[in-house]
Protein backbone atom coordinates (compact mmCIF):
# COMPACT_ATOMS: atom_id res chain seq x y z
CA UNK A 1 0.00 0.00 0.00
CA UNK A 2 1.02 3.81 -0.32
CA UNK A 3 -0.28 6.87 0.54
CA UNK A 4 0.51 10.21 -2.02
CA UNK A 5 0.56 13.69 -0.91
CA UNK A 6 0.34 16.21 -2.89
CA UNK A 7 2.48 19.91 -2.51
CA UNK A 8 3.52 23.00 -4.87
CA UNK A 9 0.46 23.91 -6.41
CA UNK A 10 -0.44 27.68 -6.05
CA UNK A 11 -1.39 30.41 -8.02
CA UNK A 12 1.05 31.65 -11.54
CA UNK A 13 0.55 34.18 -14.07
CA UNK A 14 -0.07 32.78 -17.51
CA UNK A 15 3.54 31.29 -18.98
CA UNK A 16 5.16 30.79 -15.67
CA UNK A 17 5.83 27.52 -14.13
CA UNK A 18 5.08 25.89 -11.12
CA UNK A 19 7.05 22.15 -10.21
CA UNK A 20 4.38 19.99 -8.42
CA UNK A 21 5.44 17.23 -5.97
CA UNK A 22 3.81 14.00 -5.38
CA UNK A 23 5.30 12.33 -1.78
CA UNK A 24 4.68 8.77 -1.26
CA UNK A 25 4.89 6.59 1.78
CA UNK A 26 5.98 2.97 1.53
CA UNK A 27 8.74 1.00 0.91
CA UNK A 28 7.31 -0.67 -2.51
CA UNK A 29 6.86 3.13 -4.33
CA UNK A 30 9.70 1.86 -6.83
CA UNK A 31 7.46 -0.67 -7.87
CA UNK A 32 4.71 1.49 -8.62
CA UNK A 33 3.35 3.49 -12.05
CA UNK A 34 2.71 7.09 -10.82
CA UNK A 35 0.33 9.30 -13.19
CA UNK A 36 -0.59 12.53 -12.87
CA UNK A 37 -4.73 13.68 -13.08
CA UNK A 38 -5.85 16.85 -13.26
CA UNK A 39 -9.89 17.50 -12.46
CA UNK A 40 -11.74 21.21 -13.51
CA UNK A 41 -15.42 21.79 -12.16
CA UNK A 42 -17.39 20.73 -14.79
CA UNK A 43 -14.99 18.72 -16.41
CA UNK A 44 -13.86 14.78 -16.21
CA UNK A 45 -10.80 14.02 -14.94
CA UNK A 46 -8.25 14.20 -17.04
CA UNK A 47 -5.03 12.33 -17.53
CA UNK A 48 -1.59 14.28 -18.10
CA UNK A 49 0.78 11.86 -17.66
CA UNK A 50 2.86 8.88 -16.42
CA UNK A 51 5.95 7.89 -15.03
CA UNK A 52 7.19 3.87 -15.08
CA UNK A 53 8.73 2.33 -11.62
CA UNK A 54 12.65 3.36 -12.59
CA UNK A 55 11.86 6.64 -14.48
CA UNK A 56 12.93 5.45 -17.94
CA UNK A 57 9.85 5.55 -19.52
CA UNK A 58 7.03 8.35 -19.53
CA UNK A 59 3.83 8.96 -21.38
CA UNK A 60 1.74 12.43 -21.47
CA UNK A 61 -1.27 13.47 -22.70
CA UNK A 62 -1.33 15.59 -26.18
CA UNK A 63 -2.44 18.64 -24.10
CA UNK A 64 0.80 19.10 -22.16
CA UNK A 65 2.95 17.15 -24.32
CA UNK A 66 6.47 19.30 -24.28
CA UNK A 67 5.16 21.79 -21.81
CA UNK A 68 4.94 19.05 -19.06
CA UNK A 69 7.55 16.85 -17.32
CA UNK A 70 7.39 14.22 -15.11
CA UNK A 71 10.26 13.05 -13.23
CA UNK A 72 10.92 10.76 -9.93
CA UNK A 73 13.48 10.20 -7.35
CA UNK A 74 12.88 6.57 -5.78
CA UNK A 75 15.22 7.37 -2.96
CA UNK A 76 13.19 9.61 -1.93
CA UNK A 77 10.00 8.28 -2.59
CA UNK A 78 8.66 11.17 -4.70
CA UNK A 79 7.68 11.88 -8.10
CA UNK A 80 7.49 15.51 -9.89
CA UNK A 81 5.36 17.41 -12.14
CA UNK A 82 7.25 20.32 -13.74
CA UNK A 83 4.74 22.34 -15.42
CA UNK A 84 6.00 25.34 -18.24
CA UNK A 85 4.41 27.43 -19.95
CA UNK A 86 1.13 27.84 -18.24
CA UNK A 87 -2.04 29.06 -19.74
CA UNK A 88 -5.34 29.82 -18.08
CA UNK A 89 -6.70 26.36 -19.01
CA UNK A 90 -4.53 24.56 -17.02
CA UNK A 91 -6.00 25.70 -14.09
CA UNK A 92 -8.05 22.75 -11.45
CA UNK A 93 -6.57 20.58 -8.90
CA UNK A 94 -3.75 18.23 -9.60
CA UNK A 95 -3.38 14.82 -8.08
CA UNK A 96 -0.75 12.50 -8.38
CA UNK A 97 -1.88 8.72 -8.33
CA UNK A 98 -0.05 5.18 -7.81
CA UNK A 99 -0.71 2.07 -10.43
CA UNK A 100 0.88 -1.44 -9.11
CA UNK A 101 3.45 -2.28 -12.27
CA UNK A 102 1.25 -5.20 -12.86
CA UNK A 103 -2.03 -3.52 -11.70
CA UNK A 104 -4.02 -1.81 -14.68
CA UNK A 105 -5.80 0.47 -12.61
CA UNK A 106 -4.76 3.61 -10.40
CA UNK A 107 -5.41 2.55 -6.70
CA UNK A 108 -4.14 5.05 -4.68
CA UNK A 109 -4.78 8.52 -5.01
CA UNK A 110 -3.51 12.27 -3.33
CA UNK A 111 -5.91 14.61 -1.71
CA UNK A 112 -4.99 17.21 -5.24
CA UNK A 113 -3.28 20.31 -5.16
CA UNK A 114 -4.68 23.54 -6.67
CA UNK A 115 -3.28 25.49 -9.40
CA UNK A 116 -4.45 28.65 -10.88
CA UNK A 117 -3.18 30.10 -13.79
CA UNK A 118 -4.23 33.68 -14.22
CA UNK A 119 -4.27 35.76 -17.61
Known amino acids: QVQLVESGGGLVQAGGSLRLSCAAS????????IGWFRQTPGKEREFLGT????????DYADSVKGRFTISRDNAKNTVYLQMNSLVPDDTGVYYC????????????WGQGTQVTVSS
Open 97 to 108: AARWYEGREYNY
Open 51 to 58: ISTGGGNT
Open 26 to 33: GRTFSSYF
